[in-house]
């Protein structure tokens, strides 16, 4: 346990640091926007590409995969009946509500708290690979059929097979699974691109922090504290009874499906959201609220099941 808090201060304190950073605007008002495009395109592909390329091939494919994968759909399934049934969302909000409860923030806050706090980055990478590769199609296509009358599967599938993310974890995937050994004078350089990953991402989440206002007045309150909660409680609860009484799980494992469900919504729904122009308001709040609490939830997680 004393390893796990530790872990936590260490992700506090480079936030805290960022908080400041942003506070008294050192690199001035577009840095996070900058240090947010070189951790997508350059840093956290490298890290990924790194960790998977020497990663034991059933780490990847195994049980903790599909226990994020039910939680994820318990949570969608639970904020989509809600927000249909009795508030009667239209389906672009629905969409993203659902993905504000239930789609993590994998790379950002994921990989830093699989790196610190569970052991290593690479139980973040299927869940990754899962929300870009299954997720994230389902959504892009219902919105675009949704907003706009049509579905553009070949705009999607464009932007997957030239998602930064995906190249990197896909790489190290084949590398993994082949076998092939990467002599590490190739490997060494990118081993350097991925070691500046998380604190590169702490800061800027810190930054992001500065200036932020919750909950305003006609900005859907309820739908996004039903998706807050869904995300800090239900889909954590969820991870645990699925891992533990469907698949057996226990010690470090279970440990780790549950803190990968306790993590923040990812801010890639906002994205979405600004994408499309739907939603805007409750993805950006929920994912600021869950991103706050996700803290204290994944100390709770630590406390109950780090050991």
Known sequence: MGGVLVGFAIIAFIILVGYLVGRLGILGPNAGYVLNRIVFFV??????????????VH??????????????????????VIARLF??????????????AGYVNANNIGIPV????????????????LQLLIFAPIALTILDATTTGRVSLGHILRGLVSNPL???????????????????????????LGDAAVPVV???????????KLLQPGSGRRDVLLASAIKLVVMPAAAWLLGRVVFGLGG????????????PAAQNVFNYASRYGRGEIIARDAVLITTIGSIPVL?????????
């Open 43 to 56: 840093l956290s592909p490298a890290l990924l590409f790194t960790v998977l390329a020497k990663a034991p």
């Open 59 to 80: 780490e990847l494919f195994s049980s903790l995969t599909v226990v994020s994968l039910a939680a994820a759909v318990v949570a969608f399934t639970v904020y989509l």
């Open 87 to 100: 508030w009667r969302r239209p389906t672009p909000e629905l969409v993203i509500g659902s993905l504000a």
């Open 114 to 129: 699989a790196v610190y706090v569970l052991g290593s980055a690479a139980y973040s990478a299927p869940v990754v690979l």
């Open 166 to 192: 995906i190249i990197g974890s896909a790489l190290g995937v084949l590398f993994a699974l082949t076998g092939v050994h990467v002599p590490a004078p190739v490997l060494q350089p990118f081993v350097l």
């Open 202 to 212: 702490l800061l800027a989440f810190g930054m992001s922090l500065h200036g932020q």
């Open 252 to 263: 470090h494992p279970l440990f780790v499906v549950v803190a990968l469900a306790a993590l």
């Open 299 to 307: 100390v709770v997680v630590a406390a109950l099941l780090g050991g």
